[in-house]
């Protein structure tokens, strides 16, 4: 075996922490995509915006400096979620509405002509406003998180990322338990099933998409927060994240928030346990033979059959 | 089907029509501005990353680029053409290889009058930019490392670094000489983790090519991978389980290097326990040190092209006032220096002719004046385009700040060789 048992445990639990941020990115995607079939080729971008919230929340500004190098990064990419949530409102008010919901129904393809438009077009304007706002430098929050693990035997796990782990499993968790059982959760997943029966049922469609992109990209720019506190970036970072993100929102089923968490999680694993047998450079080459693999023997993707819808 | 125009769609068509009508008014106008500008200027071309990953290099150079062509410009122009002033044409080469091609042919086919040019950072955007400039027989400068740069044959690229192979081939020599001195015991072993892009490939291929075994040493971590890393865990992990003397690292972008230095800290083979040996600008960045910790970085050695040295003490000042960066870099003095050497072959030329301007470059041998000042060693340009006699030059973090120390005449700083 070309491995050790420790470098086995070593990569599983890299895999597993790295995988529980995009497992969260995977998320929020993963409810704009189950709520309003909408494919979101900005959704990297609103994770930057959660990046460099976090970013200027302790460093930048220094609103939470008071924290310590600590608690702060972890508090700034909770609260990153609703800066980036208000955003998201914004732009969907104002721009997303006119391509998606009931104003939508009627046009060519659904909207979904204008909807691939616009999300790209939201995508240039957030990569070069933010290469305008925040420069080109890149940045990242300083924190003897980065650095700094707990040791069980002979392995390591970064602090940064178990932190990292535990509020993924815990948004991801609460925004699961909101969707699933509560009345505004209910008439979002209904608006999404059937548009026009929910709407007779007197469900604001709109509302429920605006909430449910807001809450989509609120949720993955936590996600950034967190990666912000290990990652340094820039305003063209999302690119690499965007990919990862739909493969395992497919991975998972499309329209399932658990089949997404789940998809972003397996990707984590995959792409750092296969430097085990494979070359490193083909690392995220293994995450799509196992992509293909997967659509190939189960189109449906994991969990697809469990929910085809949120 | 028939359509039937809206109102908006009649104000939009207004609108536009207003707008072309006044572009018609509008563009004589600058067309004469302009025929008189060029009769006073002369037009050169900076193709860098603006944006994408490596936009922060492209601003350095850019910076660099324009400081000179102020010096210039102040100090009276190109004498030899009348004191024509030096016009700097700037194109973004993006993110990818296909970007920056674009870029050199929109820049090709929308100014016929440039006379040279310089970039384009990444050894891979350079390859892609160079097929054009070639074509258009361009003079282009270039800093970027790769031997592949002017193994084509091409009569129009000038390669102002040391290529990937002379920096392979002296910077172990040298670290290991370092270590010895100053250790007493010579290093046998060694890991290597880098990235797939072109000039750290170009690097290591003498190195993989029997370079180690010559050196007596013992390869026991070779690590490739492709940018941006995600996580640096498995890579480090590698490093813990073979332990080498010391660790040549090869990122080219900040990012990935951050990755690295902080897990290798985290797997308490930080700060000095494994030596790290680098090459390349990025590892001596000033954000680097904002993004990490100095103390992460402290000891850090890497070879580099170009950094500033002794007897630049004053170019050092002025661009640091200029501009507000901590320090300069290889970016902003190579942005500088490329300028004045395409001034220098103006003057030498004495046309604005890109034929001749190539021509002067080919035979231009300056061992002094502000073009000069900004290189180790002369410039002078063999028959494939790179520079003669050139030596390489290590920085060192030292107290927070990347300071050259080797070699010793060109030296601000004493080298050491971290021990722990």
Same mark, same amino acid.
């Given at each position: 075996?070309?491995?050790?048992?420790?470098?086995?445990?070593?990569?599983?639990?890299?895999?597993?922490?790295?995988?529980? @941020?995009?497992?969260?990115?995977?998320?929020?995607?993963?409810?704009?995509?189950?709520?309003?079939?909408?494919?979101?080729?900005?959704?990297?971008?609103?994770?930057?915006?959660?990046?460099?919230?976090?970013?200027?929340?302790?460093?930048?500004?220094?609103?939470?400096?008071?924290?310590?190098?600590?608690?702060?990064?972890? $508090?700034?990419?909770?609260?990153?979620?609703?800066?980036?949530?208000?955003?998201?409102? =914004?732009?969907?008010?104002?721009?997303?509405?006119? +391509?998606?919901?009931?104003? @939508?129904a009627d046009s060519e393809g659904a909207g979904a002509y204008g909807q691939i438009?616009?999300?790209?077009?939201?995508?240039? =304007?957030?990569?070069?406003?933010?290469?305008?706002?925040?420069?080109?430098?890149?940045?990242? =929050?300083?924190?003897?998180?980065?650095?700094?693990?707990?040791?069980?035997?002979? =392995?390591?796990?970064?602090?940064?990322?178990?932190?990292?782990?535990?509020?993924?499993?815990? +948004?991801?968790?609460?925004?699961?338990?909101?969707?699933?059982?509560?009345?505004?959760?209910?008439?979002?997943?209904? @608006?999404?099933?059937?548009?026009?029966?929910?709407?007779?049922?007197?469900?604001? $469609?709109?509302?429920?998409?605006?909430?449910?992109?807001?809450?989509?990209?609120?949720?993955?720019?936590?996600?950034?927060?967190?990666?912000?506190?290990?990652?340094?970036?820039?305003?063209?970072?999302?690119?690499?994240? $965007?990919?990862?993100?739909?493969?395992?929102?497919?991975?998972?089923?499309?329209?399932?928030?658990?089949? @997404?968490?789940?998809?972003?999680?397996?990707?984590?694993?995959?792409?750092?346990?296969?430097?085990? +047998?494979?070359?490193?450079?083909?690392?995220?080459?293994?995450?799509? +033979?196992?992509?293909?693999?997967?659509?190939?023997?189960?189109?449906?993707?994991?969990?697809?059959?469990?929910?085809?819808?949120? | 089907?028939?359509?039937?125009?809206?109102?908006?769609?009649?104000?939009? %068509?207004?609108?536009?029509? %207003?707008?072309?009508?006044?572009?018609?008014?509008?563009?004589?106008?600058?067309?004469?501005?302009?025929?008189?500008?060029?009769?006073?200027?002369?037009k050169i071309a900076m193709i860098a990353p603006l944006s994408g990953p490596w936009?922060?290099?492209?601003?350095?150079?850019?910076?660099?680029?324009?400081?000179?062509?102020?010096?210039?410009?102040?100090?009276?122009?190109?004498?030899?053409?009348?004191?024509?002033?030096?016009?700097?044409?700037?194109?973004?080469?993006?993110? #990818?290889?296909?970007?920056?091609?674009?870029?050199?042919?929109?820049?090709?086919?929308?100014?016929?009058?440039?006379?040279?040019?310089?970039?384009?950072?990444?050894?891979?955007?350079?390859?892609?930019?160079?097929?054009?400039?070639?074509?258009?027989?361009?003079?282009?400068?270039?800093?970027?490392?790769?031997? &592949?740069?002017?193994?084509?044959?091409?009569?129009?690229?000038?390669?102002? #670094?040391?290529?990937?192979?002379?920096?392979?081939?002296?910077?172990?020599?040298?670290?290991?000489?370092?270590?010895?001195?100053?250790?007493?015991?010579?290093?046998?072993?060694?890991?290597?983790?880098?990235?797939?892009? &072109?000039?750290?490939? #170009?690097?290591?291929?003498?190195?993989?090519?029997?370079?180690?075994?010559?050196?007596?040493?013992?390869?026991?971590?070779?690590?490739?991978?492709?940018p941006p890393l995600s996580d640096a865990t498995p890579l480090v992990e590698k490093?813990?389980?073979?332990?080498?003397?010391?660790?040549?690292?090869?990122? #080219?972008?900040?990012?990935?290097?951050?990755?690295?230095?902080?897990?290798?800290?985290?797997?308490?083979?930080?700060?000095?326990?494994?030596?790290?040996? %680098?090459?390349?600008?990025?590892?001596?960045?000033?954000?680097?040190?904002?993004?990490?910790?100095?103390?992460?970085?402290?000891?850090?050695?890497?070879?580099?092209?170009?950094?500033?040295?002794?007897?630049?003490?004053?170019?050092?000042?002025?661009?640091?006032?200029?501009?507000?960066?901590?320090?300069?870099?290889?970016?902003?003095?190579?942005?500088?220096?490329?300028?004045?050497?395409?001034?220098?072959?103006?003057?030498?030329?004495?046309?604005?002719?890109?034929?001749?301007?190539?021509?002067?470059?080919?035979?231009?041998?300056?061992?002094?004046?502000? &073009?000069?000042?900004?290189?180790?060693?002369?410039?002078?340009?063999?028959?494939? %385009?790179?520079?003669?006699?050139?030596?390489?030059?290590?920085?060192?973090?030292?107290?927070?700040?990347?300071?050259?120390?080797?070699?010793?005449?060109?030296?601000?700083?004493?080298?050491?060789?971290?021990?722990?």
């Open positions: 075996m070309p491995f050790s048992l420790t470098d086995f445990l070593q990569a599983l639990a890299a895999g597993i922490l790295v995988g529980s @941020a995009y497992a969260l990115m995977c998320v929020g995607l993963g409810i704009i995509f189950g709520a309003m079939r909408v494919i979101n080729f900005a959704q990297g971008d609103f994770m930057m915006l959660g990046m460099y919230a976090a970013f200027y929340l302790t460093t930048g500004f220094g609103v939470l400096a008071f924290l310590g190098p600590y608690a702060g990064p972890i $508090v700034a990419a909770f609260l990153a979620g609703p800066i980036v949530y208000g955003v998201g409102w =914004i732009t969907h008010r104002f721009i997303m509405s006119r +391509v998606t919901g009931v104003g @939508a438009l616009v999300t790209l077009g939201l995508s240039l =304007i957030l990569q070069n406003g933010g290469l305008i706002v925040f420069g080109s430098t890149p940045t990242g =929050i300083l924190t003897p998180l980065a650095h700094s693990s707990w040791e069980i035997g002979d =392995i390591l796990l970064n602090k940064g990322r178990c932190l990292s782990f535990v509020v993924s499993v815990v +948004v991801a968790g609460a925004v699961y338990l909101f969707l699933s059982h509560t009345r505004v959760g209910k008439g979002l997943r209904a @608006a999404a099933d059937n548009t026009e029966a929910a709407v007779y049922m007197g469900i604001d $469609v709109d509302r429920a998409h605006r909430l449910a992109w807001s809450l989509g990209v609120g949720i993955t720019a936590v996600a950034g927060g967190l990666v912000a506190s290990s990652q340094s970036f820039q305003p063209y970072v999302g690119f690499d994240f $965007v990919i990862v993100m739909y493969a395992g929102v497919v991975l998972g089923g499309l329209g399932s928030i658990l089949g @997404a968490f789940w998809g972003g999680l397996l990707i984590g694993i995959v792409q750092q346990m296969a430097t085990l +047998v494979l070359p490193y450079q083909l690392q995220n080459t293994a995450i799509f +033979v196992v992509f293909l693999l997967i659509i190939f023997l189960r189109p449906q993707g994991i969990f697809g059959r469990l929910s085809e819808r949120t | 089907m028939t359509t039937t125009p809206t109102r908006r769609a009649i104000n939009a %068509g207004l609108a536009l029509a %207003g707008a072309r009508a006044l572009g018609a008014i509008a563009v004589p106008g600058l067309g004469i501005a302009s025929a008189a500008a060029q009769a006073k200027s002369v936009a922060r290099q492209g601003q350095l150079l850019r910076m660099g680029a324009e400081m000179a062509c102020d010096d210039i410009n102040k100090a009276g122009g190109i004498a030899k053409l009348g004191g024509a002033k030096l016009n700097l044409v700037v194109a973004d080469a993006g993110a #990818s290889t296909e970007s920056a091609k674009d870029a050199a042919q929109r820049l090709i086919a929308q100014q016929p009058d440039l006379v040279g040019g310089f970039g384009s950072w990444l050894s891979s955007f350079t390859l892609a930019v160079t097929e054009v400039t070639e074509r258009a027989q361009l003079p282009w400068l270039t800093l970027s490392y790769s031997d &592949a740069i002017t193994n084509r044959g091409f009569k129009f690229i000038f390669q102002t #670094s040391p290529t990937a192979d002379d920096q392979a081939r002296n910077t172990l020599p040298t670290a290991l000489d370092l270590a010895q001195k100053v250790t007493g015991k010579r290093p046998k072993t060694m890991g290597i983790i880098m990235d797939n892009t &072109a000039s750290p490939v #170009s690097f290591v291929k003498p190195l993989l090519g029997g370079g180690i075994q010559k050196l007596g040493l013992k390869l026991l971590v070779n690590e490739v991978y492709t490093v813990r389980s073979n332990r080498p003397d010391f660790l040549l690292l090869l990122t #080219s972008a900040m990012p990935d290097c951050k990755l690295v230095l902080e897990k290798l800290d985290e797997f308490n083979l930080g700060k000095g326990k494994v030596p790290l040996v %680098g090459n390349g600008a990025p590892f001596g960045v000033p954000e680097l040190a904002k993004t990490i910790g100095t103390d992460l970085l402290e000891g850090l050695l890497f070879s580099v092209a170009n950094w500033p040295m002794k007897g630049q003490e004053k170019f050092v000042a002025d661009f640091k006032k200029r501009t507000g960066e901590p320090w300069v870099t290889q970016d902003g003095l190579c942005g500088y220096g490329h300028v004045q050497i395409l001034k220098a072959a103006l003057d030498s030329a004495g046309a604005a002719d890109r034929l001749k301007v190539a021509a002067a470059i080919r035979a231009m041998d300056l061992t002094t004046g502000p &073009a000069a000042a900004c290189f180790p060693g002369p410039i002078k340009f063999d028959a494939k %385009g790179r520079r003669e006699d050139v030596p390489i030059l290590f920085a060192q973090w030292q107290k927070g700040v990347p300071v050259t120390v080797f070699p010793s005449n060109l030296a601000v700083a004493k080298p050491f060789w971290p021990t722990v």
